[in-house]
């Protein structure tokens, strides 16, 4: 079975940090690319960042670009996002989720292409 467990999120103050963890396990982990995206409410899906384990190709969102830092731990089959700085826009419900690419880049970092999802976490940035 496949999952991809996030966890992490949480209320914080704008300038803080949070790390969010996504375990994934029940598919071959170093044939996908895996990423983060985010949904405000009433906002459509937003590609945040995503990492590739098979050319190790990173792209970040122009929106976050230098405040948060994708990483993935092969042998743990885990991705981190760390972030940083954050500000009150970035609060949303942040989603894992893989496409089975061999290369990361924002062109083919789209929600209707993903293969697996996971439940999401809410992180909560206040003023």
């Known amino acids: 079975e496949v999952q991809l467990v996030e966890s992490g999120g949480g209320l914080v103050q704008a300038g803080r940090s949070l790390r969010l963890t996504c375990a994934a396990s029940?598919?071959?982990?170093?044939?996908?690319?895996i990423g983060w995206f985010r949904q405000a409410p009433g906002k459509e899906y937003e590609g945040v960042s995503c990492?590739?384990?098979?050319?190790?190709?990173?792209y970040h969102a122009d929106s976050v670009k230098g405040r948060f830092t994708i990483s993935s731990d092969n042998e743990k089959n885990t991705v981190y996002l760390q972030m940083n700085n954050l500000k009150p826009e970035d609060t949303a419900v942040y989603y894992c989720?893989?496409?089975?690419?061999?290369?990361?880049?924002?062109?083919?970092?789209?929600?209707?292409?993903?293969?697996?999802w996971g439940k999401g976490t809410l992180v909560n940035v206040s003023s």
């Open positions: 029940g598919f071959t982990f170093d044939d996908y690319s």
């Open positions: 990492i590739s384990n098979s050319d190790g190709s990173i």
């Open positions: 989720a893989a496409e089975i690419n061999p290369h990361c880049s924002g062109d083919g970092f789209k929600a209707r292409w993903m293969d697996y």
